[in-house]
């Protein structure tokens, strides 16, 4: 059966003058998403986008791959038909059988974007609705509150039929919102903060710290795994891998115990913003959940703050651990992240780490050894790759 796909925009039809902006990047991405499926049609109209396939495509898997792309709202397939009312009726009756089968209610909705169309929309909605009644009779219409809306379309060319809505995944389209460089750990929080910020439209970059051999080969596979993950939602990532064991150590043997964790987190954001300035980023982007951890209080987080130069946005900011997890499972990255596999951020954790640092403090001890060479060091020496789901 010949199918096409319906993406209905979300917050995008708002964008006024800005909307063929959106829309042109949304293009490329779905463009990008459905490479390798086959040749595809595209045409806009209405705050919809038409993909129609050119030859025999996998339908389900570009569908599944579109529901994954910011900027859309609703995903619909449809049947295509000849401009015949025989011909949608023959065509559309079979193919909403599953979608009437298990409804109670229904109501038919009728567009001709061409006019010249014999028959007007109300009548088209009468007619089809009629014959919808005899081929599924225990049916009763719903103008109001449907379970199932049957919408036909007669275009220049053809018409279609559809009534199957699945959710998109919301947003803008990445690309529309700058670009920012994550700090991405093997942990649940970051890979959600990824997604979140790409939802807004911001292209992720990533950066993640390893420290071998306190850290694992394992544990740099898993971090790869969750950048694939995210990727089917952010498109490709460039992942960076900082090699942190040296500084570490000197963090260890130099500096007071009880900061420890707010001197190596200081220092890592001097490295990233390093790397994302190279890479043209215009912000940090981190996990982080107010008061989860000691790292994390209002006081940390400012003392972390003083050691970058541009914005640092932490989308999960106000979120509890449930809400966290909830996204993550929804994204699929939950059961990589809970993978027994240490990131660097676990090695020397200190046993009494300073909740309430003040900055001074931290600034007088990350101060009592030259940290700039080693942190030179790891930016001139950070591997950076591609990473995509396809």
Do not use: W
Not at 141 to 165: G, M, Q
Not at 233 to 254: L, R, S
Not at 279 to 296: K, P, W
């Amino acid at each position: 059966m010949n199918e096409m796909l319906l993406l209905k925009y979300g917050e995008m039809a708002l964008k006024g003058q800005n909307k063929k902006t959106f829309e042109d990047i949304l293009v490329k991405n779905t463009k990008r998403r459905l490479k390798g499926l086959g040749k595809f049609e595209y045409s806009r109209a209405q705050s919809t986008l038409y993909i129609k396939p050119l030859e025999e495509v996998d339908i389900e898997l570009a569908t599944e791959r579109l529901s994954k792309v910011f900027g859309v709202a609703k995903i619909c397939k449809a049947v295509i038909c000849k401009k015949s009312y025989d011909k949608i009726v023959s065509t559309a009756l079979p193919y909403l059988e599953d979608a009437l089968l298990t409804a109670k209610t229904f109501k038919v909705e009728a567009r001709r974007s061409d006019k010249s169309f014999p028959m007007k929309s109300p009548e088209l909605q009468r007619e089809l609705g009629a014959d919808i009644l005899s081929a599924y009779p225990y049916l009763s219409v719903d103008v109001h509150n449907p379970e199932v809306t049957v919408t036909v379309e007669i275009r220049e060319e053809y018409a279609f039929v559809h009534a199957y809505k699945i959710n998109g995944a919301g947003g803008i389209p990445v690309g529309t919102s700058g670009k920012a460089m994550l700090l991405l750990s093997g942990g649940i929080d970051s890979p959600v903060a990824g997604y979140m910020m790409a939802k807004r439209g911001v292209i992720i970059d990533a950066v993640h710290f390893e420290a071998p051999p306190y850290t694992s080969e394992r544990a740099k596979i898993k971090v790869e795994k969750l950048a694939k993950l995210m990727s089917e939602y952010t498109g490709a990532i460039n992942f960076h891998c900082v090699e942190f064991t040296k500084i570490q150590e000197i963090i260890k043997e130099k500096c007071p115990e009880e900061l420890f964790t707010i001197i190596m987190r200081r220092i890592m954001m001097e490295i990233a913003e390093r790397l994302a300035k190279k890479e043209e980023a215009n912000c940090l982007v981190t996990g982080e959940s107010i008061g989860q951890v000691a790292s994390q209080t209002m006081y940390a987080m400012v003392c972390t703050d003083a050691a970058c130069s541009i914005p640092v946005f932490r989308p999960l900011i106000g979120m509890d651990k449930t809400e966290i997890v909830e996204i993550s499972r929804k994204i699929g990255t939950y059961e990589t992240s809970i993978e027994p596999y240490e990131d660097c951020c676990t090695v020397f954790t200190p046993k009494h780490p300073k909740t309430r640092p003040q900055l001074k403090d931290v600034e007088a001890a990350q101060a009592a050894y030259d940290f700039e060479p080693l942190i030179q060091e790891a930016v001139n020496s950070t591997k950076a790759y591609i990473i995509k789901s396809y």
